[in-house]
Structure formats: structure tokens, C-alpha cells
């Protein structure tokens, strides 16, 4: 179980990538799955770890793909940073009394689409805000985060099953 | 979610964050020009604002401490400035007319407790016998007269306020020159009122009241107000209602005034009155 998860979330870390190097619509849109994955890093990791994988994971992206050095790394920790206080807030304390990692088929659509509705908007509030490093106009940013999250939202949507799989299946 | 330990867990998960989160703006601002110079304006904005705050803070802590230290600068300034005008009126006569070595010596002082809600109110200054003082000082600021010194111990004084209905201080209109004594009105902190101006005495309502320099109190020319409207007394004497350029609510630093040379006064008077006996 905890191999498919690693071989998933690896798979999608190239995937993010793809996006990032080749999916150029315009500049007021970019697709990013990264807030859903790390959403669904299983509840039983701490924290700190949950952290140092979003830091890596982030890294690789920055690496990889064309970008500053850094930029997707900072914007992805404050997501791990209060992914459990969020998933607290919507899905109650069940997922961490039950060790379990968060399902649509358990908790529903509606609430883990409002959690990754939630992270990635988090996300992308700071990538845009440290991107535009203040040489880009309040409408700007503010239309890029809105077609940004849309665009997102519906990737992060169509493909969060796969990582938040039910433990009990 | 964990609950063991919340408190230390919590300081660790903040503290991998905030590692973290600088390891990712120390690579981005290592890699970008743009965003090295976006953090950099962003910590001198916060470092700026963080230094303001913290040093209007010291600055607010360290205001008694300046006004002290003003206050007994500017009182140095004003024995400097006397000193000179006393040397220039020696080397020329002519030069600065109204001056003169008036005999009196001035301390600087603060208030540290005084009271304006009753008719009779006091004063507590922070010099004392040790500093110079003597009963019978007057105390006085640049904006008027403040009150007189009653008694002294070692270290403070006490002073029987301009706003004491029993305090009469001897005042002159600058334009007419008639003298009379101006006392509180009991009511307001800036205000008083001027008696016993006869009426042949002509003044204009905002002429300049003075202290009349005929007690041996306070030095002539301090100035106090200006005359406000009058009244007629039993038909003999104007009252004057004078506006104080010194507002009493709002006190804290005054210069007490030692008459150096009351005891020849007191002499003189002594004499006076011994050949008014001797003659009868």
C-alpha cells in the first residue's frame, strides 16, 4: 500500500512536471497538482515530514522544470504546514483515529474537493505573489489565481482518487 | 490528531517551517535577480518598521529623562544670556536700557504633585533647602507667574499656587502702567482677575499684563496675560479680567526665583519704619 502510494506520488511529481515544462497556455493561467498531493500524504505522517516532503518535492519541480530555484519549494511547505489542521477543520478527527487517508468515496466529493479547492489556493496565493515579486499589477495576480485555481481545481479533481485511495478497500 | 505533547510538538512543527521556508527563500533569492531584489525590499521594509517601532517606543520611555535634561539646559542658557547682557551693559551704558542685575537667582525645578479642583491649591516641587531654596521663592515659568514657596525641606517645597484665592501677585497693564494685584478667579486655569485699577487709568483689551516688580518676590516684566473685559468696582476701580498665557492644568516644568537680596529689603523697610516711630 504504502509502495503504490510512493510510486504514485513520484509519478505525479513527473506529471507536475510535464505541466510545468510544456502546458503553456497563457501567462495568466498554470495548472499545478502539487497542493492535492500533498493533501493526500497519509494522515499517519507528522508534520515536520509531511514538510520535508513537500520541500523535496517542490525542489524537484523547481529543478526540472524551467523556474526560480525555490519558488514552488516555498509555496508548498505552508500547504503540508496546515494540512492536518485542515483536514481536522473538514473531515473531523476521524482520518487520524483511524489512521486512514482522506477518500471521496468516504467523505465525499464535496468536502475534499473544498480541501483542494482550499490548498491550492493557498499555494497558489504565494507562488503568484513571490513570481510576480511586485512588478505585476493587483488585477493581474488577482486573474491569474482565479483561472489558475480553476484550471488546477479540475486536474487536481479529475485525477485525486488515485492518491486518496480508502486504506479499508 | 496527536495529543501528546501539543505544545512541544507545535514548537517543533513551527520551527521545521520556518527552517524551511528560509532554506526556500534563501535558494530563490540565490537563483533570481528579481525575487532576491523583492525579498531584499520586503526585509528592509520590515526591519525599517520594526526599528521605527521599537525606537518610538525607547524615545517615549526616554521623554522625561530629555525634558530634564532641557529643562536644566535652558535654564543654564538663560544665566549665560544674563551674564552677557550684564557684561555688554557694562561696557555700554546705553545699550539695553531695561536691564539690570535684579539681584535673583534661579533654579529650575519640577512639579511632582499639584491639584486644581479646590480654591485653595498647592504645589510639590522636587527642590529643596539642599538645592538652594527658600521660603518666600517665587515660582514662575516663561508664560507667567506659577505660585510662592511656603515651606521647604531637604529635598522638596511647598507652594501655595497661583490658584489660590488668597494669592495676590502685584501685576501692571503695559500700556497705562497702573498697577494693581492679580488673583485667580477661582473658576477657570487661565484666567484671573486684575483689581483696583483707578479709573483715570485708560487700557485696550488685549494689552499685555506684567508682574509690576514691586514686590520683592518677582522681577518686574514677567508676563502673564492679557487684559479682557472690565467692570466697575463700587464706582471707584476698574477689574480687569485678564486671560494667562500660562495654562495651570498643563504644568510640569517651572524655575523657582530667589530674591538675593531680600534681606536688604527687609533691612531697609526695618529703618523705615524705626524713624516713623522715632518721628512720633
Known sequence: MRSTFTVTYILMVVAQMLLTNYFHFTTLCMVTILPMMVLCIPTKVDTPWAMAIAFATGL?????????????????????????????????????????NISARKYGFTRVSFAVILVTTLFLAIYITADCAGTRPLWFMASKLGISLLASYLVSALIVNLLSYDDRR | MPKE????????????????????????????????????????????????????????????????????????????????????????????????????KYIPATIIKSGTNSQHNYLILDKGSE???????????????????????????????????ELNISARIDTSGAVGPLAWDGMRTDEGVLR?????????????????????????????????????????????????????????????????????????????SKVKEGKR
Open chain 1, 60 to 100: 524537484a519541480v523547481d529543478f526540472f522544470a524551467e523556474g526560480a530555484l525555490g519558488l514552488n519549494a516555498l509555496s508548498l511547505i505552508p500547504v503540508a504546514f496546515v494540512r492536518k489542521g485542515l483536514i481536522n477543520m473538514i473531515f473531523g478527527s476521524e482520518p487520524f483515529e483511524h489512521k486512514e
Open chain 2, 5 to 104: 505533547r501539543p505544545l512541544a510538538s507545535r514548537i517543533i512543527n513551527l520551527a521545521v517551517f520556518i527552517l524551511l521556508e528560509a532554506a526556500a527563500l534563501l535558494m530563490l533569492s540565490n537563483n533570481s535577480t528579481l525575487q532576491k531584489l523583492w525579498i531584499a525590499r520586503i526585509s528592509h521594509g520590515f526591519m525599517a518598521k520594526t526599528w521605527g517601532a521599537s525606537q518610538s517606543v525607547r524615545n517615549y520611555f526616554s521623554l522625561k529623562r530629555q525634558n530634564d535634561e532641557l529643562a536644566l539646559e535652558n535654564e543654564s542658557l538663560r544665566e549665560s544670556l544674563r551674564s552677557y547682557q550684564l557684561a555688554a551693559k557694562e561696557s555700554d551704558p546705553s545699550s539695553l536700557p531695561v536691564l539690570r542685575d535684579n539681584g535673583f
Open chain 2, 131 to 165: 538645592d538652594g531654596v527658600v521660603e518666600n521663592s517665587g515660582i514662575v515659568t516663561s508664560k507667567g507667574v506659577i505660585g510662592i514657596v511656603d515651606a521647604v525641606s531637604k529635598h522638596y517645597s511647598f507652594a501655595i499656587s497661583f490658584l489660590n484665592k
Open chain 2, 196 to 272: 483696583e485699577i483707578p479709573l483715570q487709568f485708560k487700557y485696550d483689551p488685549g494689552d499685555t499684563v506684567y508682574t509690576s516688580g514691586y514686590s520683592a518676590i518677582f522681577p518686574p516684566d514677567i508676563p502673564l496675560g492679557v487684559a479682557g473685559e472690565a467692570k466697575v468696582i463700587n464706582g471707584a476701580t476698574n477689574e480687569i479680567r485678564v486671560k494667562l498665557f500660562q495654562d495651570h492644568s498643563a504644568l510640569k516644568y517651572v524655575t523657582i526665583i530667589e530674591n538675593t537680596r531680600i534681606r536688604e529689603i527687609e533691612e531697609i523697610e526695618g529703618m523705615d
